[in-house]
């Protein structure tokens, strides 16, 4: 035990320090638990908090980058293939399209993440495979064939 006045060392049954006289406090075992089991419940307090905003920048960071493909945003607008002065597609955020050489509105969606879905008037689909959506450039896989459209035109 140390004294709470000058520092130094004490026998624990001192009831004054040796060195400057001031009397020693005894602290009861009960207080020492309370202060321990009030300490634990800081720590969970605070890693419950690191938890929570751990998860709040997951979320965060999900909804800015996706975690996902995210193409149904990406997908809205005309596209053009490279020889069209027509878009080949419109595709509207409400799941409708006009696609080229379909006659009446169709519907799309995204399914699987990277299935780009389209059903026309009759409810006949084709199915195509995302590759990618960069810099406005929208690559469709169709088995061995693949296609680029532009968005907006090239």
């Known amino acids: 035990m140390f004294c709470g006045n000058c520092g130094k060392k004490i026998p624990d049954d001192s009831m004054f320090c040796p060195d400057c006289g001031t009397p020693v406090k005894r602290v009861s075992s009960q207080s ?7 300490n634990k419940n800081h720590k969970i307090v605070g890693i419950i908090a690191v938890g929570v905003l751990i998860v ?5 960071l999900f909804s800015i980058f996706g975690g996902g493909s995210n193409y149904e945003k990406k997908l809205v607008g005309e596209w053009y293939s490279e020889d069209n002065d027509d878009p080949e597609f419109i595709f509207y955020s409400d ?14 969606n995204v399914v ?24 406005n450039c929208l690559t469709l896989r169709d088995g061995d064939r693949a296609a680029e459209y532009y968005k907006n035109g090239k």
């Open 112 to 135: 699987n993440d990277d299935q780009l879905k389209l059903t026309d008037i009759w409810g006949e689909s084709r199915t195509s495979t995302i590759e990618s959506i960069k810099n």
């Open 56 to 60: 709040l920048i997951l979320v965060v």
């Open 95 to 108: 799941g409708t399209c006009e696609i080229d050489n379909w006659s009446g509105a169709c519907k799309w």
């Open 32 to 38: 020492v638990q309370k202060a321990e089991a009030k």
